[in-house]
């Protein structure tokens, strides 16, 4: 996923994303920011153990639930802010 060259940018930021740092703008979507660093596979099924991933972007689903701060979060509905620390829910 790449981002719109040129746009205007809030301030850049950095996560931990499984211990790795990763680059993202203040307040844009977690979701949004896992998929531009190449995290599209979010969690597994907790059923079948089948990769999950943002879905339908607005947090009916919860498909993209992911921990952060040791809390669990729809990541399409939550925006981003410096030194987030985030867990994806993927089996090893």
């Known amino acids: 996923m790449k ?3 040129g746009a205007a ?8 994303v499984d211990g790795q740092t990763v680059a993202a703008f203040e307040g844009e979507c977690l979701a949004v920011a896992l998929a531009a660093a190449g995290h599209r596979h979010l969690r597994d099924s907790p059923h079948r153990g089948t990769p999950r991933g943002a879905f339908c972007m607005m947090g009916v689903c919860q498909e993209c639930l992911v921990t952060c701060d040791d809390v669990k979060v729809t990541s399409c509905s939550t925006p981003v802010r410096d030194g987030m620390r985030i867990s ?3 089996a090893p």
């Open 88 to 90: 994806l829910g993927r």
């Open 9 to 16: 940018r809030p301030t850049t930021v950095h996560i931990k």
């Open 3 to 5: 981002r719109i060259e």
